[in-house]
């Protein structure tokens, strides 16, 4: 499919890569692709970022027909650019919109709006250590009518923006709360899919959260209300005597790309790893006898995030000291130092710019 691009007249001043807020600095271009039923995806085109004109009927304000992804570009010491297992984020893309009844996007369509756009905006992937271009692809249903119905009429976009460090002081373990009141997902609902909504959900729990002095939730599920599924927006993972434990994929967990890199690596390195239900007793009685050795979230945003402390109604503990453990300081030197062309890429998961 052929890509229209129209330069922007005028460049933004681009920000200092030592201050960047995430999700701030956007560049100065979108990519944008339209669907109609009946005549397919058409008009591929780069273009000045901007505000979208959106008819206030649309479906995606009112019913939130949104299904989006993250991935990033980093800058490999040589000066080239890569990206990390961007096939992945397309494939789960159209799982999404399976479940939310948004059309397939051919991979070729989707990740050549990624990759064209990147190129276009090279000169903002920053250089400085732990930097990246964050990138935001999206799907929005805009059929302009108020009636409950899937859209015929959806665009694609991709908008990017670099970002710094997660954490700019290094990794640091935070402090974790058990949501016991509101859940984000449940079997058959969303869970599984990438979708504003389930985001809409977390936010009351989140905003609780930070007034209390923790930095996430943990989710349980939304039946039994005992076992783990995510942390904040991040799937999660255990070290409990020796062995790895992570949640199971059971329709209400995002299958994480980062999950799935980390799960490989432990493999790699001889761990077990279980996916399975692992219930918040299960963690504080392992807590009590002093076999729960790390805990960890897994994304995209912060690769790998040490949790020191887990609290839940008065219970209280600490995880590792609150120190970052040896396993989650692995993963992460191992994961970026792939994400960034600094370590080798046995499993092929580089597709280089
Ligand atoms: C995006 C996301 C993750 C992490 O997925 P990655 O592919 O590793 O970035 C985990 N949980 C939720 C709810 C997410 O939206």
Known sequence: M???????????????????????????????????????????????????????????????????????????????????????????????????????????????????????????????????????????????????????????????????????EGLNPVKIFVEETD??????????????????????????????????????????RKYIEEVGSMNVMFKVAGKILTPDLNGSVLDGITRRSCIQLLKDWGYEVEERRVSADELFEAAANGTLEEAWGTGTAAVVSPIGELAMGDRKVTVSNNQIGEITQKLYDELTGIQWGRVADPHGWIMKL
């Open 2 to 168: 052929e890509i229209k691009i129209t330069r922007a007249a005028t460049l933004k001043e681009k920000p200092d890569s030592s201050t960047l807020v995430f999700g701030k600095a956007m560049t100065d271009h979108m990519f944008i692709v339209d669907y109609d039923e009946g005549q397919g995806w058409h008009d591929a085109r780069i273009v000045p970022y901007g505000p979208l004109q959106i008819d206030p009927a649309a479906k995606v304000l009112h019913y939130g027909e949104e299904i989006f992804e993250g991935l990033k570009a980093y800058r490999a010491a040589d000066g080239s650019i890569q990206l990390f297992r961007p096939r992945d984020n397309i494939d789960r893309m159209n799982k999404s919109a399976q479940r939310l009844c948004l059309p397939q996007i051919p991979e070729e369509i989707a990740l050549a709006g990624i990759t064209r756009l990147v190129e276009v905006e090279q000169d903002w992937v920053p250089r400085e250590k732990d930097t990246s271009l964050y990138i935001r692809p999206f799907m929005i249903g805009l059929d302009a009518a108020l009636g409950v119905h899937s859209s015929k009429h959806v665009q694609y976009i991709v908008v990017v923006c670099p970002v710094g460090a997660y954490y700019p």
């Open 183 to 224: 859940v984000r997902a449940v079997k058959g609902g969303m869970g599984m899919a990438k979708t504003g909504g389930n985001y809409a959900a977390s936010l009351r729990a989140g905003d609780l959260a930070e007034k209390a002095g923790y930095s996430q939730v943990l989710w349980l599920d939304g039946v039994h």
